[in-house]
Structures are given as structure tokens and as C-alpha cells.
């Protein structure tokens, strides 16, 4: 018999103003019939928190506070609802961390990432950064034991990565990623296993630039010291690359990026733009160079799960160089003032 306790230390976000605060809240042992009690083992910082501390107006117009924020974790189920048949007590799990409603046209269509009425851990509800999360079972995700708990925690974003660079073809290519922080730098690993011809990534940010190219990265370039279009025509024999991964949401790096691609090539795009009103020239850009573009949000529920599980699980992915921070939880500022600074890879806060 495990014993939860009533109480648990929590992150929250207590005041519509910057920051965050570690308290102490009641555990959420009310389960509905199909919701489970996960004891969390490892949580990570995702860029959604980032903005959630700094307060920036996406938080404003998103965030009730007081609430519990952070949504990727991996840990043990405690308890389960009367009705829950997919995982049990002491199973190993990590989450999906958009929650489809099960219902409407998409979810019933194989397609419930797009869900019409999704609700998102830790934004719509109270999230994991915290000793115990309640979650319906789902969006559970159950891990093979052998995975580390801190690989485990961030199989979110890098489900975003497989997502955004499977839905092409990769194999070679000449692929560039625009956008090494976290994601692109999960990407990169990614793409390793994937036998691309030439991988170049461009990147503003020097201490990930340098990740980049410890974890793989053939060509590194940074955008703001010399033109992407002009480094990449030299690698690719003035070609072009064929696959864009854009994983910045940056308009510059989405139209030079656009701009590198050979006619006929694959665009990926994951980055969300500042500016929800981004302009570029379709006609040079897209429709005269016979370009095909993918909108990527989320994962593929659970296609991309699988496909995340078993490169962990066969040990095909190495995210010891991408997870640069693994944090004491109550350590989470550290974390924070490292993101704010883009000094770092993927963090994760240990419990
Ligand atoms: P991040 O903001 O930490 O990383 C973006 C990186 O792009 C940073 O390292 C930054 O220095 C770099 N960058 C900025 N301008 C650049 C330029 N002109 N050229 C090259 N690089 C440039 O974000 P992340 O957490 O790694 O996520 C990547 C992107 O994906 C973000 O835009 C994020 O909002 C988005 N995202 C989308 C989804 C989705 O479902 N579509 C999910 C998660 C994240
Ligand atoms: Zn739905």
C-alpha cells in the first residue's frame, strides 16, 4: 500500500505578475473514474513555462493564477480511478500533454491532436511541477523501465522534434534547421538517426550553436554574422536544401529559411510566431518553387508516442549532451534565469 500524503510542494503561479513560487498545496486525491494519480519522478521546463513566469501577454490572455504550472514529467501511477484499464499502480509513465476531448470530428477521425476542444496540462489546469499530478488516463503514456527518469520527463518536446521531422522524408537529404534551443536541439539528435546526407542548423545563440555541433550538427551557421542562403547554396552545390525543419518562430529564420530550400522541397514548420501576422511572398517563397509546407502542432496522438518510445527504448537517441541542467526542483529560478538567458539545452527539475 503507498501512502500519499494530503500535501506536496508545488511551482505555482500564485499572481498574475512575473515569477513563480514554490508552496504547498493539497495533493489532488479527488479521482474521477478514469483519471490516475502519477507521483512525479522528473518534470521539465518547457518554453510555455518560460512564458508563463515572465508573464509575457500569451500567459496573460492563458493563465488563471493561482495554478500549478510545468506539463512534462515522467513518474509512478499511485492510484486509479474505478474505471481506469490502461495502466495500474507502479507503472512507469509519462503524458501527453494535450488532452482531447474524445468526441467531436478530429478525435473521432484519428486525428485528436487537433482536437476542437483540447485542453493542455499546466495551462488549463494544474500542471507538473509538483510531488503528485492527477491526470485522465487518456493522455498516459506508459515507459519502458529501462529509460532514465530525466529522458523520460521530455519525451513531450522531443515527440515535437520526431513529429515535425518524420512527416518527411528525411533520408538523404540535404535537411537545415532553422532554431537550435531545445526543441531543435532534440531535433538534431533526431535527425541523427535518420540518415540525412547533410544536416546544417542556423542558430543566433552561440552556446547553442556550440551544442549543435557537439550533438551533430555537419554545418553550423549563425544567421545575424553571414547570409543562411549563401551558406547553404555552398553546401548543397547551389542546390538548395530539401527538407526545412523550422523550429525557431522567427520570421527571418522562416524566410531565409524558405528561401534556402530547392525547388520542389519540404517545409516542417513548428516555430510560433511572435507576430501572428507574419508575411511572407508566397509566389517567390512557395507557389513558384513547388513548395510543400506542414503546420506542426503537438504529436500525433499516439503514432509519435510509439515512435518516441521505441527510439528510447532501443536506445537510438543519446540526450545526455541536450539535457544540459538537471535541477534540484526546488532549484527551478536557476532554471528559469538559464532559459531567460538561452544558456542552456532541455532542463529537467529532479523531485
Ligand atoms: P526556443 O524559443 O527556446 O528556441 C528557439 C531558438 O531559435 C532559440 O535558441 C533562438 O536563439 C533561435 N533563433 C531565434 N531567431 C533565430 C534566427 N533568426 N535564426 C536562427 N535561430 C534563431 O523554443 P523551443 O522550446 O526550442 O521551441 C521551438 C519553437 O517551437 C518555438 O517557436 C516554440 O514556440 C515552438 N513550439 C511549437 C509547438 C507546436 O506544437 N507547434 C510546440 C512547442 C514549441
Ligand atoms: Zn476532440
Excluded at 535518420?194 to 556550440?210: D, F, H, Q, T
Excluded at 548543397?236 to 527538407?243: A, K
Excluded at 516555430?271 to 517567390?284: A, E, P, Q, R, S
Aim: hydrophobic letters at 40%.
Amino acid at each position: 500500500m503507498v501512502i500519499i500524503p494530503d500535501k506536496m510542494r508545488a511551482i505555482i503561479k500564485e499572481k498574475p505578475e512575473r515569477g513563480a513560487k514554490l508552496a504547498v498545496v493539497n495533493v489532488p486525491k479527488a479521482l474521477g473514474p478514469r483519471d490516475v494519480l502519477v507521483k512525479i519522478y522528473a518534470t521539465s521546463i518547457c518554453g510555455t513555462d518560460l512564458h508563463i513566469y515572465l508573464w509575457n501577454k500569451w500567459a496573460q490572455e492563458h493563465i488563471k493564477p493561482p495554478q500549478t504550472m510545468g506539463h512534462e514529467f515522467s513518474g509512478e501511477v499511485v492510484a486509479v480511478g474505478k474505471e481506469v484499464s490502461m495502466v495500474q499502480v507502479g507503472d512507469f509513465v509519462s503524458s501527453e500533454t494535450h488532452i482531447p476531448c474524445g468526441k467531436c470530428k478530429q478525435c473521432r477521425t484519428g486525428n485528436m491532436h487537433v482536437c476542437q476542444h483540447l485542453k493542455i496540462l499546466g495551462v488549463d489546469m494544474d500542471g507538473a511541477f509538483a510531488e503528485y499530478i492527477r491526470v485522465p488516463e487518456v493522455v498516459l503514456w506508459k515507459n519502458d523501465p529501462s529509460v532514465e527518469h530525466i529522458w523520460a520527463s521530455v519525451q513531450e518536446p522531443l515527440g515535437n522534434a520526431v513529429h515535425t521531422i518524420f512527416v518527411e522524408d528525411v533520408a538523404g537529404k540535404n535537411v537545415l534547421v532553422t532554431g537550435a534551443g531545445p526543441i531543435g536541439l532534440l531535433g538534431i539528435e533526431v535527425l541523427k538517426t535518420a540518415g540525412v546526407a547533410k544536416l546544417i542548423v542556423s542558430e543566433i545563440n552561440s552556446y547553442r550553436r556550440n551544442l549543435a555541433k557537439k550533438i551533430g550538427a555537419d554545418v553550423v551557421v549563425n544567421p545575424s554574422q553571414e547570409s543562411l542562403i549563401d551558406v547553404v547554396k555552398r553546401e548543397t552545390n547551389g542546390d538548395g536544401v530539401d527538407v526545412l525543419i523550422e523550429m525557431s518562430g522567427n520570421k527571418k529564420a522562416l524566410t531565409d529559411g524558405l528561401a534556402s530550400l530547392t525547388p520542389g522541397g519540404r517545409a516542417s514548420l513548428l516555430g510560433v510566431y511572435n507576430d501572428d501576422d507574419v508575411k511572407i511572398n508566397l509566389n517567390d517563397l512557395v507557389i513558384f518553387k513547388a513548395i510543400r509546407i506542414y503546420g506542426i502542432t503537438g504529436r500525433k496522438m499516439f503514432d509519435t508516442w510509439y515512435k518516441v518510445g521505441a527510439l528510447l527504448k532501443n536506445k537510438k537517441l543519446d540526450l545526455s549532451n541536450v539535457i544540459t541542467h538537471v535541477l534540484d526542483f526546488e532549484n527551478f529560478e536557476e532554471g528559469f534565469r538559464l532559459m531567460e538567458e538561452g544558456k542552456c539545452g532541455k532542463i529537467v527539475l529532479k523531485l
